[in-house]
């Protein structure tokens, strides 16, 4: 073979060998991203009807992103696939138990030219625990303007939650240790560190960067209903900032009792988006906070609202 043609078969395989390695990276899931993505995905028992697994973050009740997670792969199953979700309201009834699944019934409420509407119920032991109402549009083009993003530091070089956890492992109860330190489907890095076992007195403002810990596949709605599960971190503790209490202190009960969320642009999930939160308000036992996603060139793609009980028993 010629010297000539042996260095052509050389670069044509190392081309091949590149692209297969950059497939592989591309294509690359963490196992906690995978674990995330089988625990939203539901079951189908019949029409309109689903069953899902319950996730033990440690916490004292089923963590109320999964359940948003789970209703919105429900609703979303029920309508046309060019239909994405613009819009849900949910509240939460009852603490759900994270040792037993999860009965999703989904309600058509209106199929029409643009929009769908249904209305989901989670149900354990026979009860509500959840409902939800989420609203669906096909893309469709028309006036356009948006908030400006907040000024952050740029996520590169901030440590992750999971790194700061695993810096105060010493100092976590045994009952979250392993739930805290342990490699997490979604990479969480805060602009500003507030340690839920210990509050410090700050204003009610926390921004911080999330994505997927891997590659999430190529599906908008996917990205959707993993941002609704995201969008339960870092959110109600908030309000606790301006009293100095970290809502995993001795004593502290919070517990959400309503969530709404607005799905405003295309968004992947796989790159990085910044959350940035604030608390408006707290009376009465409860706390009022609002939040935004945006992509890091400042394209504003959701924002939520919640309320929830907050109570010092000490």
Known sequence: MHPSDQWQICVILNSLWLAAAALLLESYMSQAL????????LEKIEEGLFRGQSEDLGLRQVFG???VGQALYAAKETVPDERLVHSFHSYFL??????KPIIYDVETLRDGNSFSARRVSAI????PIFYMTASFQAPEAGFEHQKTMPSAPAPDGLPSETQIAQSLAHLLPPV????FICDRPLEVRPVEFHNPLKGHVAEPHRQVWIR??????DDLRVHQYLLGYA?????????????????LEPGIQIATIDHSMWFHRPFNLNEWLLYSVESTSASSARGFVRGEFYTQDGVLVASTVQEGVMRNHN
């Open 94 to 99: 009852r603490p759900g138990d994270s040792k």
């Open 176 to 179: 979250l240790k392993d739930k």
């Open 124 to 127: 354990q032991n026979g009860k």
């Open 212 to 217: 997927a810990n891997g590659s999430v596949p």
């Open 34 to 41: 995978k674990n995330l993505l089988t625990l939203l995905n």
């Open 231 to 247: 969008s339960d971190l870092n959110f109600l503790p908030v309000a606790l900032q301006p009293h100095g209490i970290g809502f």
């Open 65 to 67: 992103g999964q359940v």
